[in-house]
C-alpha cells in the first residue's frame, strides 16, 4: 500500500490568520442587552454605548475576538 502524505497546516491556512479567543457571538439578544445597559447611563457613556449597539447590529452571526 502506498504511504498517505499528510497535509500540513501551512498548505491550509492562509497566510497572515492568527488565533484569538472568540469573547462574544454577535446575536440581537447581544445588541438588545446592550442596549438596555445603555438606559442606565448618563451622558457621553449613554452616547457611546447606544453607538456601539448600533455598530455591532450591523454585523449579527459574527462574532467579538480578544
Same mark, same amino acid.
Given at each position: 500500500?502506498?504511504?498517505?502524505?499528510s497535509i500540513?497546516? =501551512?498548505e @491550509?491556512?492562509?497566510d497572515?490568520? #492568527?488565533k484569538v479567543v472568540?469573547?462574544?457571538?454577535?446575536?440581537? =439578544?447581544? @445588541?438588545?442587552?446592550?442596549?438596555? #445597559?445603555?438606559?442606565?447611563?448618563r451622558g457621553k457613556k449613554k452616547k457611546d454605548?447606544?453607538?456601539v449597539a448600533e455598530e455591532l447590529s450591523k454585523h449579527?452571526?459574527?462574532?467579538l475576538a480578544e
Amino acid at each position: 500500500m502506498p504511504k498517505k502524505k499528510s497535509i500540513k497546516k =501551512d498548505e @491550509v491556512v492562509p497566510d497572515g490568520l #492568527r488565533k484569538v479567543v472568540v469573547a462574544q457571538e454577535i446575536t440581537s =439578544d447581544f @445588541v438588545l442587552e446592550l442596549y438596555e #445597559r445603555s438606559k442606565k447611563l448618563r451622558g457621553k457613556k449613554k452616547k457611546d454605548m447606544i453607538a456601539v449597539a448600533e455598530e455591532l447590529s450591523k454585523h449579527i452571526g459574527k462574532f467579538l475576538a480578544e
